[in-house]
Structure formats: C-alpha cells, structure tokens
C-alpha cells in the first residue's frame, strides 16, 4: 500500500514538473551545444571537441541545478497553499512516504531530462571528428549522482524554510560543496583553532561533489573506473538517504495549514 501511494505521487510530481514547461531548459541546451560547435568550428579539431565536451557536460549540471532548486523549493510550499497537502495526507500516506514521493518524482524528471540532453550530446558528438567516447555514460551517470544529491538537499530545506531561503540555501550547498576540500586545507592552514575547527565543521556537514566531477578527466581522456563509480554511488545514496531522513523528521513535526 505504501509503495503504492509513494509510486503515485512521484507519477503526479513528474507530471506537474512536465506542465510547468522545465523541458524547455532542454531547448536552450541543445542551442548552447549547437552555438559552440559553431563558434568552435575554425579551432583544430582536438580541441573543438575538448572544449564542446567541456561546455555541454557543464550545461548540464547547471540546467539540472536550475530545475532541481527552483521546482523543488517550491513543492511543499505550493500544495500548502493550494490546500491539496491536507488532502493528500489525509488519505492513509504519512509525511515521509509524501516526501519521498516528491524526491523520486523529482529525481525522475531530472532523469528524463539527463537522458534528452545526453542523446543530443552524443549525436552532437557523433558528428564532430574525435569527440565522441563512452565515457561520457560515466560523466551523465554522475551528473545524476550529483543532482540527486542536491535534489535531497532542496527537499529538506522546503522542509523547515520558505522557498526563496530554500533556494538559495541549497545552492550555497552546491557551491560549498564543490569547494569542501579547499576550505578545509585552507583551515589547516590557518593558526588558530577556531578557524581550523570551523573549516572541518563544514567539510563534514556538506556533501562533497567533486567525487561527482569527472568533466575535467573525461575532457582530458582518462579512464573513469568502477571503483569510482562505485564509490560515488554509494556517497550518493548515504547522502540523500541521510537528508531524506532528516526531511522526515522535520516534517512530521511541522504544523500544516491547508
């Protein structure tokens, strides 16, 4: 019963995101893949597909980002409104089954919109001479990785937060979490204490996503190997599970008006 109901709102969170129109980030995806290989084209050809693999695989993050924060920020706070929240939890679904059904609705959107993007990346490849590789399943993979993460991360702050502060409170996580490693070396640089204590403070309470940066080793040709993606498939999934469950917690605590 639960898993049905978790099923179902995620099918009708995928629906409502797709009627909000955020495949058209798709549209301007495919513009910028096709703007840089134009732009590109009197460059050699080893280098046009550097930097084409370079702009499209961080398109992708950022598109992504853009649709994870400002849908998901919002999702909690709009059915709030709407008064369909106190409906649906009325029915025998509790709040964390409605929070997941969220993330994975969520999360399934993002999926179909990877998917779109990375077909249309490797035609584009396809067609330009010494671009194209099957690394970048691994790169698209992690992408995923990476934005299910921060999908985790924006459904707990829609949580406790309004939606504007949820936005921007999960892409300074974004960031901090692209920067982790140097604010923690750049604590142990530091004299005092205090700093070095604050700066392993926030290592630890952020996920680190540059496990999920490979763009700079996929450009360069290196190899991605199933260690890492082992690895970084199990961060991920600590991670969200982790968020998830403290989503739960807040929730289930909070008073709802509907």
């Known amino acids: 019963m639960t898993r049905r109901h978790v099923t179902a709102l995620a ?9 909000d129109r955020v495949f058209y980030l798709v549209a301007v995806f495919g ?14 050809v080893g280098a046009q597909a550097k930097i084409v693999t370079d702009v499209g ?14 849908v998901g920020s919002g999702m909690v706070r709009k059915e709030m409104e709407k008064g369909t929240i106190t409906t649906i939890l009325a029915k025998p679904v509790g ?37 194209f590789s099957l690394r970048f399943v691994a790169a698209f993979y992690l992408t995923f990785l990476e934005l299910a993460v921060i999908n985790a991360v924006v459904v707990f702050f829609s949580t406790c937060v309004s939606p504007v502060l949820a936005a921007i409170f999960t892409l300074g996580v974004f960031v901090v ?8 070396d750049f604590g142990r640089l530091q004299e ?53 469950l403290l989503s739960g917690a807040v929730f289930s605590r909070r008073e709802l008006r509907g």
């Open 192 to 244: 005092g204490p205090l700093m070095q204590h604050l700066t392993t403070v926030v290592y630890y309470l952020t996920p680190n996503l540059e496990i999920f940066n490979v763009r700079g080793a996929v450009v360069h040709g290196d190899v991605i190997g199933t260690p890492h993606l082992v690895l970084a498939t199990l961060y991920g999934a600590c991670w969200a599970a982790l968020l998830l």
């Open 31 to 44: 513009f910028l893949m096709l703007a840089s290989t134009a732009v590109l084209s009197p460059l050699t």
């Open 95 to 131: 709040r964390r089954e409605y929070l997941l059904g969220k993330y994975l609705g969520l999360s399934l959107t993002m999926a179909a919109m990877l998917a779109v993007m990375g077909g249309m990346f490797l035609l584009l490849t396809l067609m330009s001479p010494g671009a």
């Open 57 to 70: 695989l961080a398109a992708m993050v950022l598109l992504g980002l853009l649709v994870v924060v400002f």
């Open 177 to 184: 979490g692209h920067l982790s490693q140097s604010i923690r």
């Open 11 to 19: 099918r009708g969170t995928f629906r409502e995101t797709v009627r």
